[in-house]
């Protein structure tokens, strides 16, 4: 067992290519599960849904990123939950583990049984990782908080209204 969690840790630091770069594209899917409120709090509700992020390469190090989704929550019944952000993000490209950190805003629409259509704007903070098989493919895994803000701080009608998605990816890349 030790000898096989010392290969998984070799192959992890094997140099890659360069796979940040100015110009790449990266287009994925998202699977996601995530909380309203704190996690695994009272009141606090899990969900799943799906999504999709965008990657425009500015340089070895900065990215464009755009990523949007959809979730069911349970928020004393079926609250759907759209959001669309925009941001930037630093990218550490050194080895086949590629994490990066993103700062974005955007907006969220939430429809509740209880209350009408609304929509809020966020700010979210993502800090992931993608493995990179090959030049054109990657498997990540994004953690990702979104602070939602509202007129009346409760648009998920919760008393926190952070929202914590983890989602795995796989992105497919232009080559350079």
């Not at 699977?31 to 990657?55: E, I, K, Q, R, W």
């Not at 755009?66 to 925009?86: E, I």
């Not at 907006?107 to 993502?126: H, K, Q, S």
């Amino acid at each position: 067992m030790v000898r096989l969690r010392a290969l998984v840790f070799a192959l992890l630091l094997v140099p890659s290519g360069a796979w940040a770069f100015e110009g790449r594209l990266a287009l994925g899917p998202e699977v996601s599960g995530g909380f309203v409120g704190a996690p695994f709090a009272n009141g606090s509700s899990g969900s799943g849904g799906v999504g999709a992020s965008l990657v425009y390469g500015l340089s070895d190090t900065f990215d464009l990123v755009a990523d949007g989704g959809w979730a069911l929550y349970d928020l004393g019944g079926a609250a759907h939950l759209a959001r669309l952000s925009a941001g930037i993000a630093y990218v550490v490209d050194v080895l086949s583990v590629v994490p990066h950190l993103s700062v974005s805003a955007g907006g969220m629409l939430v429809a509740r049984p209880d209350a009408p259509l609304r929509m809020a704007p966020t700010v979210e903070v993502a800090l992931g990782a993608d493995y990179l098989v090959s030049r054109s493919w990657a498997i990540g895994l994004v953690v990702r908080g979104t602070y939602v803000f509202g007129g009346d701080a409760d648009v998920l009608g919760q008393g926190q209204t952070m929202l914590l998605t983890l989602a795995a990816r796989l992105l497919w890349t232009t080559e350079p």
